[in-house]
């Protein structure tokens, strides 16, 4: 699925300026997106918000502030951020109402990956990569969730063939792992939520800026250019079917 993120690499402007443009039923996807973050707060506690400091993470993370709803947040510190993610957490962490909580690897098991794989193994196949994905991140989010009756996320419904259909409430899990997921941006478009952001100041990556609409690890994050799909950034090496981390993939 492609996107029109960018309307010209020649004439760079910030990412509020490239993209802010609310869809005509912006005001009513705003209203149903603190509708079902209220319901989330008060009734599934405890619940709490998985950020990868991207632009939806902070429109959400933005909207429990305000809302001065019950509800935590998280972040996996991967070892392997680019240093505007980290500097924007530390932001973050200095001005939220919400708690923010860091979740690392284990440091032995990163190291050992390391020296058994090398730090390029990602690079090598699809399976290394995302061996190191579950060094990383997913064992780190298994920590994260522990205790937790529901998380919220910030996929959308327009990022990817693979999450055209994401729900709202996914309660997909709940038999297996008691555990609901909220997804409140699901309907919303890229352009609503950078006309949230620019309506609101709220404080986002400035590898935004430089045309990483998606980002992840320094290692496997580029910008993208103009036509190509909104995740291309990501693992751009890899087939198209095959980039997800694991974290949003169902078994």
């Not at 990412?15 to 973050?37: I, R, V």
């Not at 707060?41 to 990868?52: D, K, L, M, Y």
Request: glycine share 4%; with cysteine; aromatic share 8%.
């Amino acid at each position: 699925m492609t996107s029109s993120l960018i309307s010209s690499r020649s004439t760079p402007a910030k990412a509020t300026e490239q993209n802010a443009k609310a869809s005509p039923e912006f005001a009513d996807k705003l209203a149903e997106t603190q509708a079902l973050l209220q319901r989330a707060a008060a009734n599934f506690t405890p619940v709490t918000q998985a950020s990868s400091l991207g632009a939806e993470d902070v429109v959400i993370t933005h909207l429990i502030n305000s809302l001065q709803l019950n509800i935590s947040v998280f972040v996996l510190e991967t070892g392997a951020l680019h240093t505007e993610t980290l500097a924007l957490l530390e932001r973050t962490q200095a001005h939220s109402r919400a708690p923010i909580q860091i979740f690392r690897p284990v440091a032995e098991s990163v190291i050992q990956f390391v020296r058994d794989k090398g730090q390029d193994a990602m690079y090598q196949s699809i399976a290394m990569r995302k061996e190191c994905c579950g060094v990383r991140k997913m064992e780190p989010l298994t920590r994260a969730l522990h205790g937790q009756k529901a998380w919220i996320t910030g996929l959308r419904q327009e990022q990817s063939s693979t999450r055209a259909e994401v729900p709202m409430l996914d309660d997909s899990e709940v038999a297996t792992k008691d555990l609901y997921k909220f997804n409140p941006l699901a309907r919303w478009t890229w352009g609503d939520v950078w006309h949230y952001i620019a309506t609101n100041q709220v404080d986002y990556n400035p590898l935004h800026d430089q045309f990483f609409p998606s980002i992840g690890c320094a290692p496997c994050t580029r910008a993208i250019s103009l036509g190509e799909a909104f995740r291309a950034g990501r693992w751009w090496w890899e087939d198209e079917a095959a980039k997800e981390c694991g974290l949003h993939v169902k078994k």
